[in-house]
């Protein structure tokens, strides 16, 4: 049984200039003890999907989904209450902005105390040995003296990883991590990256990491889903996705990679991700598509086969070239 | 330190040092954290200095020294000639625009009761006597300059991505048309294609108006891309400086090839050797004796525990180790 299962979830934003579709039937899997990458343009609405799995967007997103399953439970019928004692514990997430998820009134010992106080009960001391080991397993130095630390008193990195630590206090079974490792160094994002992999092996946790870094995805990731402007363009295994890619928008975002680049000037995909107001009528993409035929501008694509990184595209690429309509049916 | 600096160089470092007093609980002694320990370096008209190195070793320090939000405990810093020590205030003001920051946390930077549009025209409405007719303008230009929809002008920070944001950061910190922008981890919160085309604005941007750098980066990937000059440092030193060629190609100090080594390769094939770093990080409150990476250095020998090694020439770069 998946761990989690997330079938055709929308998410649609109340705005003053009107409705916006953020997430557009997007559906996740994550099996236990699975690495699984969202990549995409910003904006894709990577973290929103994972901000409503976690039950956190504010009242003016109205989500919807066929299915919303963790661990067995429909997270859709589930009480707040029985939903808030899942939400921390078993399923918890390391959000994107470090800074502005902890709060700047408490220490460090006493915002990771807290975690482990309310979901398993804690008392004082364990608590401290518990946050001691955290702090040493994320890689801080000093922990001891880190306990009394308010969060202006540490570095981008430090409070990523106090983060970090936080998010593993009451030992998931799955870690949804937003952009774990933007404000830290190589070697200490490789320890880190250690660390959720071997917690993964030895505990069977299962880890959503949603990152722009490739080369992380390439190292960490066993499966890896591709999102466009709310929907999910391509997905498939890490490796075949790297050495042939099948949507148009993946094959552009390979294609910037500075490591790849052949020129001072990086390739881009030119123009914008759509905004509200100009949504296209045809495929998501085909303002920006190289490839774009006649039939991209007017009608959605369909989701081609697994083969085929199920891209959504009506002429799904086969080494950087489009195969053809055939194809895509 | 005597050097004469080149007439062309924006930014000149000399020594710098920065030191912060820190409390570690209620009733415990104040002890002092070195963030950064004599660092120097100079940056010329159009160039970007890359600075990198572990989380805490002084790089975000070293950005707000030189955009003098905060100033050096000791050492000098000298903008366009002038030393803005002993400059008269209204100089200090002047400096002060021509030196303009990305922070590395763009939720933090914006305020969430401005509008993007508002954002952008500030620096303008509190430095210069433009109408609001010419901000609105010049913020709109801005805006598409850095590829923000028009749609996004009276919007509030919280309607977007990570990425959105960071544009916003550096389209604000451009308005002023700054000579040098310190830029904090600018393209790590961006995704892929749209960090591509702000390094591809970046470059423009240098070319247009002759903008110099200073790119605290993590990403070695980007800093390979993007630099002239590689700056690592270490626990608050400089341990090595050069070319970017001379960096990447022939890396020289123990630390900096740990560095290249543990970055992730975009290759899900490919087989690299790690470079484990052996060690804890070390405590910003007790830096080890000798030099400051001896107790992760695979190569560390007796004299590095006890005399802390200078930057030297050596194989066409600076770099601070008794091995190599
Ligand atoms: N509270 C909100 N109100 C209105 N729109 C919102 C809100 N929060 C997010 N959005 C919009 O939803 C879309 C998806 O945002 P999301 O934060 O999920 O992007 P993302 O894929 O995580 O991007 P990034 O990689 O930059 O973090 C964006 O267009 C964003 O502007
Ligand atoms: N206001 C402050 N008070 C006390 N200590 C500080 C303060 N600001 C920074 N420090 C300390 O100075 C050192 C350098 O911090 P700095 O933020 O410059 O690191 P950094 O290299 O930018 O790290 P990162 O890559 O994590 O952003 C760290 O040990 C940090 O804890
Ligand atoms: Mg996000
Ligand atoms: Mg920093």
């Not at chain 2, 270490?234 to 400086?241: D, F, N, R, S, T």
């Not at chain 2, 960096?247 to 020289?252: D, R, S």
């Amino acid at each position: 049984m998946a761990l989690l299962e997330i079938r055709n979830l929308s998410v649609t934003f109340r705005t003053r200039g009107g409705l916006f579709k953020a997430v557009d039937g997007v559906d996740i899997v994550v099996e236990p003890n699975e690495v699984l990458a969202i990549v995409g343009e910003s904006g894709s609405g990577k973290s929103v999907a994972m901000l409503a799995v976690m039950g956190l967007l504010p009242w003016t997103a109205d989500v919807t989904a066929d299915a919303m399953l963790f661990d067995g439970q429909d997270l859709q019928t589930l009480k707040p209450a029985e939903r808030r004692k899942i939400i921390g514990k078993d399923m918890s997430m390391i959000f994107q902005e470090p800074m502005s998820s902890l709060n700047p009134c408490f220490t460090v010992g006493f915002q990771i105390g807290e975690a482990l106080k309310t979901h398993l009960g804690m008392d004082k001391a364990q608590r401290k040995v518990r946050t001691l080991e955290l702090l040493d397993q994320v890689g801080i130095t000093d922990p001891e003296r880190r306990l009394a630390a308010f969060p202006h008193q540490l570095s981008g990195g430090m409070s990523q990883r106090v983060m970090i630590a936080m998010a593993l206090s009451c030992r998931p079974k799955l870690l949804i991590a937003d952009e774990p490792s933007t404000a830290l160094d190589v070697t200490i994002q490789a320890q880190i990256l250690d660390l959720l992999v071997s917690l993964k092996r030895e505990t069977g946790m299962a880890l959503v990491l949603i990152t722009h870094d490739m080369g992380v995805v390439a190292e960490t990731a066993e499966r890896v889903i591709v999102q466009y402007a709310g929907r999910q363009v391509e997905q498939s295994a890490t490796i075949p996705l790297f050495a042939d890619p099948h949507h148009p928008y993946t094959h552009g975002l390979l294609a910037a990679l500075p490591e790849r680049a052949t020129s001072s000037r990086l390739p881009t995909i030119p123009g914008m991700v759509p905004g509200q107001f100009n949504r296209p009528a045809g495929c998501l993409f085909a303002p920006r598509c190289a490839h774009a035929s006649a039939i991209c501008h007017t009608t959605p694509p369909p989701k081609a086969g697994a083969a085929m990184g199920e891209a959504l595209c009506w002429t799904p690429l086969v080494n950087g070239m489009p195969v053809g309509k055939g194809a895509a049916a | 330190m005597n050097a004469i600096p080149k007439p062309s160089a924006i930014l000149e470092a000399r020594a710098l040092s920065r030191q912060y007093i820190v409390r570690r609980g209620m009733f415990s002694p104040y002890a002092s954290v070195r963030a950064l320990e004599g660092v120097s370096f100079s940056l010329e008209a159009g160039k970007t200095l890359a600075v990198v190195g572990e989380s805490g070793s002084g790089k975000s320090t070293l950005g707000r020294l030189v955009t003098m939000i905060e100033t050096p405990s000791s050492g000098a810093l000298i903008i366009n000639g002038k030393d803005v020590v002993e400059a008269d205030p209204a100089t200090r003001e002047r400096l002060r625009r021509e030196i303009q920051i990305v922070f590395q946390n763009p939720y933090g930077s914006l305020n969430p009761r401005q509008t993007i549009g508002m954002a952008l025209e500030e620096p303008l409405l509190v430095n210069t006597d433009m109408s609001a007719r010419d901000r609105e303008a010049a913020a709109r230009a801005m805006m598409a300059r850095v590829g923000l929809r028009p749609e996004f002008y009276g919007r509030y920070p919280h309607m977007f991505s990570g990425g959105q944001r960071q544009r916003i950061a550096i389209a604000r910190a451009l308005m002023l048309n700054p000579k040098l922008l310190v830029l904090d981890e600018p393209v790590s919160a961006l995704d892929v294609s749209i960090r591509a085309q702000v390094l591809n604005l970046l470059k423009d941007l240098q070319e247009e108006f002759g903008l110099a750098y200073l790119f605290i980066s993590h990403d070695l990937s980007v800093v390979k891309h993007i630099s002239d000059d590689i700056m690592v440092i270490y626990l608050g030193h400089a341990v090595e400086i050069g070319s970017r060629e001379a960096i990447f190609t022939n890396p020289q100090h123990p630390y900096t090839r740990a560095l290249l080594a543990a970055t992730p390769v975009a290759d899900p094939g490919h087989k690299k050797e790690r470079i484990i770093l052996s060690g804890e990080l070390p405590s910003p409150f007790e830096p080890p004796s000798g030099c400051p990476f001896h107790p992760r250095c695979a190569q560390a020998v007796a004299q590095c525990k006890v005399d802390a090694p200078v930057l030297e020439q050596k194989s066409g770069r600076s770099v601070a180790c008794w091995v190599v």
